[in-house]
């Protein structure tokens, strides 16, 4: 039995619920990690179980109908996965499937049966090794992830891009190895598991840190940004009118600007805001300067040229605002990311 298949057994047992584990559908077109026989109040249902090592983003539910389909010819389809929020157990419920997490929260769902526990109302902290950190390590962490799928880069060409020196470079990319999330590709360059490493980051990234005001504009998200680029030297736009200029998802109704000094509201026809609930435009002097991708990364919005934060800090940004449509627009800058040319 898997690890975390294993624990939520001892979930659902400890719940009061009498389980029975049989094997898996190894054969299978979607593999059947287990097979799990539920008995509560005299109901008996059988779940068809898949592990998977990390949860699903809203927008690769669709991809998963397939799995459920093959699952459900096993039992009901249940999905197991080390943390599951509040917002994407509604979406998988919706999706048709039932789940549960490592942190004890389920929801199983069979003809007259439904069983439903909550335990946990953020993901764990990590509990494994940390990413590097210290100079210049997000900065070669972000271009690793943002190289395409057969370029191999070297300790001096990721030196040059995050501004650090070759041995520092060097450390970071051992310690990384060690983590295996990238590997050796020969003669001195370096192979990174980009999917992993970038789940990794969007894990444990603890922010940008730094400085930030809130402002509140009657104009629109993409109208701030167009203005921050053109009077001020070094910004970097992001959620949510960053993403949806490289992958439009919905109208922004909000904007983080991210600049190397702290603005000026009058020069870009910004009032004070009282907080974040009431603000439309956030602007953020960044202790972590790898928000500012190297080289820049830019967009046009109606003939202007707007300065754009890095992928994955656009991304961390989405997650961390919160909210369906932002972790949905999310999983798709992610996908955009991951299989660019």
Not at 15 to 25: E, Q
Not at 55 to 73: F, H, Q, T, V, W
């Amino acid at each position: 039995m898997k690890a975390m298949i294993m624990d939520a057994v001892r979930w659902l047992r400890g719940s009061g619920l009498t389980v029975d584990y049989m094997g898996g559908a190894e054969k299978a077109s979607a593999p059947v990690d287990a097979v799990l026989d539920v008995l509560a109040s005299g109901r008996r249902a059988r779940f068809a179980v898949e592990e998977k090592k990390r949860a699903p983003y809203p927008n690769e539910l669709g991809r998963l109908g397939l799995a459920r389909e093959e699952l459900a010819r096993h039992g009901q389809p249940l999905l197991v996965m080390p943390f599951v929020s509040e917002s994407l157990g509604a979406a998988l419920t919706k999706a048709g499937w039932s789940w549960a997490d490592d942190q004890g929260d389920f929801d199983l769902r069979a003809p007259g049966l439904l069983l439903r526990q909550r335990r946990a109302m953020t993901a764990p902290a990590p509990k494994r090794r940390s990413l590097p950190q210290g100079s210049g390590s997000y900065a070669i962490i972000r271009a690793l992830i943002g190289r395409r799928t057969d370029d191999e880069p070297g300790a001096t060409v990721l030196a040059h891009q995050a501004g650090v020196s070759q041995p520092r470079a060097s450390q970071v990319l051992r310690q990384l190895s060690g983590l295996d999330l990238i590997e050796s590709a020969g003669r001195g360059r370096w192979r990174p598991h980009r999917e992993a490493l970038l789940d990794r980051f969007l894990a444990d990234y603890p922010g940008p840190r730094g400085s930030q005001q809130y402002f509140y504009s009657l104009d629109s998200p993409a109208d701030v940004a167009v203005r921050a680029s053109a009077l001020h030297p070094r910004v970097a736009v992001s959620a949510d009118t960053g993403p949806d200029l490289i992958v439009p998802w919905r109208r922004p109704s909000m904007v983080i600007v991210y600049a190397a000094h702290a603005a000026d509201p009058a020069d870009l026809d910004l009032v004070d805001a009282q907080g974040a609930h009431d603000a439309n435009v956030i602007v953020r002097v960044p202790e972590d300067r790898s928000v500012f991708p190297s080289p820049a990364f830019t967009a046009d919005v109606r003939g202007s040229t707007v300065s754009l934060a890095d992928p994955t800090q656009m991304i961390w940004d989405l997650q961390d605002l919160g909210g369906a449509d932002r972790l949905e627009a999310a999983g798709r800058l992610r996908e955009w990311l991951l299989t660019r040319p």
